[in-house]
């Protein structure tokens, strides 16, 4: 059973940075690719960075590629997703996801945390 649960999230300034993580209380983590996740008020879930099950290949979306870095530690059961130059428009519920299938959609990802809020003031 995978279960992740997200931290990290809070209010942030314009410029700033933080650190997402996310941890998974299963057994079965290392099997899975890992993504972020975002969805601000009226928009649809946006894919941030995914990670394969060994942490091997990374992958970002434009919007964020340049300022974010995702990383897993298996012993640990956690992927983190650091961000910097955070902008408002970064203002979003972040989730992470684990799933089977090396993707960039949120369909291909069977298991997701409950999100937590991250808010850049401007």
């Known amino acids: 059973q995978v279960q992740l649960v997200e931290s990290g999230g809070g209010l942030v300034q314009a410029g700033g940075s933080l650190r997402l993580s996310c941890a998974d209380s299963?057994?079965?983590?290392?099997?899975?690719?890992m993504g972020w996740f975002r969805q601000a008020p009226g928009k649809e879930r946006e894919f941030i960075a995914r990670?394969?099950?060994?942490?091997?290949?990374?992958d970002y979306a434009d919007s964020v590629k340049v300022r974010s870095a995702i990383s897993r530690d298996n012993a640990r059961n956690t992927v983190y997703l650091e961000m910097q130059s955070l902008k408002p428009e970064d203002t979003a519920l972040y989730y992470c996801a684990a799933g089977a299938k090396w993707s960039r959609r949120a369909i291909d990802y069977a298991y997701w945390g409950q999100g937590t809020q991250v808010t850049v003031s401007s």
């Open positions: 990670i394969s099950a060994r942490g091997s290949h990374a």
């Open positions: 299963g057994r079965t983590f290392s099997g899975f690719a």
